[in-house]
Structures are given as C-alpha cells and as structure tokens.
C-alpha cells in the first residue's frame, strides 16, 4: 500500500453499515488531508451482516422503509427505481410497487448501501482523498502505541500497518459454544443458509424477536410453502416430508413483539437526543447522575403531551414503574397470537391512513435519547431500565414487517407455531445427540422438561463482556478498560456485593461499582483507558463491546449519530474536548 506521507492515515475497521455512514461524513467534511483504508471480512462494502448472505436470504426483510433511513447519496426508492428487472426479479418485485414506505428484502438493501458506498467512493477521487479497499480482511489485532501517536492493525492478509486514527466497526459477533459440537444445536441463526433444513420433528426457538423471526421464516420454508387462500388470507401449508414439523417459541414473558405502524417523524435524529446543557443541569442537580426518571419525563411524557394529549392524561401521574407495568399487563392478559393479530388490524389501519401510534413512537424515540447519555445514569438506574424499561421497548420498537407478521399468523393458524412462556430461570441443556433440553416453569408454577431434536438460539446479539473484547493487545495494555457505573448509594452496591453479584466492586476511592457489559467510551466515542482518559486515536461504533455504555442497538439512525460525532470530533476546526468526560 503505496501512503502520502503528507497525509494522516485512517483505519475504518470494517465497512458494513457504520463504516459506511463514517466514511459517508469523512466525505462530507471535504478533506483531502487524510488517506483512508477500508477493511471488512466480508467480499462486499456496505452490506454488513444483517444485509449481506452472512445474516440473510431472500426471504428476509428490513424492518425499516425509505423514509426511515438517513440520508446518503440517493435514496432506496431511487435507486431501485434504477435498477434493470434482471436485479429485482430474484426478490419478485418490481420498480413500480417500491414506495418510500414500503420494507425491501434485506440482500437487496445490502446491494443499496454497496452502491452508496461506491458513490461516495466517487466522490472521494474528486475531492483528492484516497481510499484503499481491502475486502475478505479479518482483523487479527489492534496495538496502540501513544509515544508515536500511532496504532498498528494487523490482519491475516496484509500483516500489520500504522495509522494515526482507526475506527472500530467490526459489528455482530455470536458466539458459537455448542454449534458444530452437537447436531441440531445453533447458537444463532445465521448465517441464515444453515437453517435451510427439511426437518420432521419440533424446533424449540429460544427469544420471540425480529432474530426469531428470521429463523421461522427460513424453517417454514424448507418445511412447506406459503399461498393464498380463497378469502385472502396467507396460508402455510405442510410439506409431504415433514409432516411432524413444528415451532415452539420460548420468551421470558411469552409476548410477541408489535408491528410496524406509520412514524410521523420516521427519522430519529440528534434533535431527539437531550441537550448536552439539560444533561449536565440535571447531573448537578443529582450527584453527578443522570436520572432515568428526568429522561423518562424530558423525552417521553413531555412528548406524549404534545402529540397524544388524551394519552397524556392517563399516564402523566404515573411513574416509570407504573406505566411499564400497566402497558405490560395489558398485553399479558391476552393470548400473545390474538393480540398480534388485533395489533396487525391496528398497525394497517395506522399505515392506511398515514397516522401514527403516538405512544409507541415516542418510546422509539426514548430509546434514542437514553442511549447516548446512559454512562452518566448510576448503578441502581441502569438496572431500572434493564429490568423495568428495556423489556417493553424492546417488545414495542421490533416493529415486525407486516410480511412476517402475516407468516407467522398463517402458520399459528395452521397449528405449526406457538408461544411458550418459561420465566426468568429458564435454561437450555445441549444434548450430545442432538438437539437441546428445555427446562422451565410455566405461568402456573410447574415445572417442564422437554426434549427438542432441533434447537436454535434467537434471543439476538448479545452486549459482550469486557473478556469477549477481541483486540488482546487492547486489553493487556490496558487501553481499554472494563465500563463501570458507579452506585449512587454505597449502602445499596455494598448490599449487591454481599449478596453475591460478582459485577459489583469496590474501588480504591472506596465507593462500589457495578460492571456492565463491555468497553469504556467516552461522549465522542473514543475508547477510554482506567484513568478516564479518551484515546484520540482509538473510537468505538462496534455496538455489541459497548453495550453497558450504549444500551439500545438504534440500528442505522446509531451509525449516522455516532459517526457524526466521531466526524464532529476529529474534522471540525473547534472540535468538542474529549478531556476527562467518565466523572466517577
């Protein structure tokens, strides 16, 4: 790789959809002073796992439409507007069925943001920044070197190179314990081309997600087909092959996720996020802590007012704890395929008549704005919304394209899929046979044990501990340290540690901290050492090792805010101070 020495050099480690809204402000911010190189495992820019073959087939689609994506050169609707017919005819569509609002089959998408990334690649020889490409790239190991200001990245293919900044976006991990150990056990469902299995018994699928959803739409159709009833309705009809064939769901509460509905505002954007002023005015107020009641009330409650005033009225006395529950019971009280199926109605009644179900957007966007300042709440407020908040966003905003939504309803209906609830204690025993042991306590108290041939893992990508960090250099030169958040009361995280959470410790200033699940980032993403010290060469979009700090997975409105921000910090001529931002 021939490098103008005149130049810094930029690393974008990995180049799925978060490389590619980096590289998309890189472009922006019209600067030739740097020299770029793109890296990614995989043999195709932009598409990443969730849009490449590595997490979908064709029978998969995005859970977001065109007007729901931020902008980069040209819209989805325009380019496949562009397309020949030879390009869509794989996925039977046409340019002419495409709206703004209409989902797209996720391969295809991962073909959009290939050619957005080409685009930008265009523009980028214009402008006299030089991009190198280096496709089927694994990163091997990332070392920082702070007295020449620079890090080294090795890969299996081009050894090691010096930059001056690398950006971290190597994306989805999952882990694989069992699979390829047990037959029949998968510890995820991708890449999807692994569930194309023709299978005449029971599958247990452990979660109830968009994850889950991906592995049903596969199996089914290996399994038989879909067609049209006389009345209209989708229908699912066994294959002669499989005539045991079935799905058992398994979800702590035994809920299905809700359905995609019309968004009036369907772009989240930095305007959703909760001023860095309102953030530090309330931090003063509150022992240095942000409070997840303030935020439940700034970008909830303050919304829901405006937008839905009638809605307002039945929920602004209630806490956070109250209205997750009366929104939780309500859904409990009903037969979790009833409910979907009402909530379908409601959900094409939404988008029929382009208005929105207010609350369940404003959750969307509350979601949004307590991720970025979620490092500032305390201990006991980050279990708060583990335990009380995140289970009912994460049910909320799936929002379920209406073409799984209709699947899933056609094969209940056809007494191939069901719900089981099995509770906190849950657990799963793989079989050397085959297969998995699912062991649990239902609604009524009694205990079940059942054996399944098959068993596939869907309860989506999991935040990974500071252990599972894949970079060791990083770790054993303590670049990068464990993220922490302090308990606002001693007494409740020295209860916590007595009572045997080992992610609870005391520290030399003698206060108790609960570790959470991945790296340190600091306010501009810049991976954070044990001092609290932002590394100006190091930043972190790779969600799943920072998930104790970065809580909610935003998907493609996380890789424009989280990129622009990363943009902000290193091409603005006034650049925000990185300084000391972790305030323990």
Not at 53 to 66: L, P, Y
Request: with cysteine; glycine share 6%; hydrophobic share 40%.
């Amino acid at each position: 790789m021939v490098v103008n020495e005149q130049k810094k050099r930029i690393a974008i480690l990995g180049a799925g959809p978060s490389g590619l809204f980096f590289y998309k402000h890189l472009v922006e911010s019209k600067r030739s002073d740097w020299d770029v190189s793109l890296f990614d495992r995989s043999s195709q820019l932009g598409a990443g796992m969730p849009y490449g073959s590595a997490g979908a087939n064709r029978e998969h689609v995005t859970n977001v439409s065109a007007n729901e994506i931020p902008p980069l050169v040209t819209s989805l609707t325009e380019w496949i507007q562009q397309q020949p017919a030879e390009v869509l005819e794989p996925f039977q569509l046409e340019a002419t069925q495409v709206s703004d609002y209409r989902v797209v089959p996720r391969i295809l998408f991962g073909q959009y943001l290939a050619a957005q990334f080409d685009l930008l690649r265009e523009q980028a020889a214009c402008q006299g920044l030089i991009t190198h490409v280096h496709l089927n790239s694994q990163i091997l190991d990332i070392v920082d070197d702070p007295e020449t200001n620079q890090v080294w990245v090795e890969t299996d293919t081009m050894g090691k190179m010096p930059f001056d900044v690398a950006i971290i976006c190597t994306g989805h991990q999952w882990p694989t314990k069992h699979e390829g150990k047990i037959p029949l056990y998968f510890s995820s469902p991708y890449p999807p081309a692994k569930l194309k299995l023709t299978l005449n018994h029971a599958v247990a699928i452990r979660g109830a997600s968009l994850t889950a959803i991906d592995a049903i739409r596969t199996l089914a159709r290996h399994n038989g087909h879909f067609d049209t009833g006389p009345d209209g309705r989708l229908r699912f009809q066994l294959s002669p092959q499989s005539p045991d064939f079935r799905l058992v769901m398994h979800s702590r509460e035994g809920l299905l996720p809700a359905i995609r509905f019309h968004l009036e505002e369907p772009l989240i954007s930095a305007e959703d996020l909760l001023s860095p002023d309102l953030v530090a005015d309330n931090r003063a107020q509150n022992d240095g802590f942000l409070s997840l009641d303030f935020v439940f009330d700034q970008a909830f409650k303050r919304a829901i007012r405006r937008k839905a005033p009638v809605f307002y009225e039945r929920i602004k006395a209630m806490s956070l704890e109250e209205f997750v529950e009366t929104m939780m019971s309500q859904r409990e009280k009903e037969d979790a395929f009833q409910l979907f199926a009402a909530e379908y109605k409601q959900a094409e009644e939404s988008i029929k008549k382009h208005e929105s179900i207010y609350w369940k957007e404003m959750l969307a966007v509350l979601s949004f704005a307590l991720n970025y300042p979620a490092k500032y709440f305390s201990a006991e407020d980050m279990e708060r919304l583990k335990k009380v908040l995140m289970p009912l966003i994460s049910l909320v905003i799936a929002f379920v394209p209406q073409s799984s939504a209709r699947e899933l309803l056609a094969l209940h209906q056809a007494g191939l899929l069901t719900i089981q609830s099995v509770g906190q204690d849950s657990e799963v025993i793989p079989q050397p046979s085959g297969g998995a042991i699912y062991e649990y306590t239902d609604e009524d108290g009694q205990s079940h044990r059942v054996y399944y041939p098959a068993f596939v893992d869907c309860i989506g990508q999991p935040h990974l501990d500071f252990d599972d960090f894949p970079f060791t250099s990083l770790r054993i030169d303590k670049t990068v340290s464990p993220a922490r958040l302090r308990y606002q009361s001693n007494q409740e995280g020295q209860a916590a540690r007595e009572q045997g959470n080992d992610d609870v410790e005391q520290l030399s200033d003698g206060n108790y901290y609960l570790r959470v699940p991945g790296v340190a980032i600091n306010d501009d993403f810049q991976l954070v050492n044990e001092e609290g010290q932002g590394n100006p060469r190091l930043y972190m979009m790779a969600v799943p090792h920072m998930g104790g700090y970065n809580p909610d997975y935003s998907g493609l409105d996380f890789c424009e805010t989280a990129s622009a921000r990363i943009s902000q910090r290193l091409f603005s001529d006034n650049p925000t101070a990185a300084g000391l931002l972790l305030q323990f």
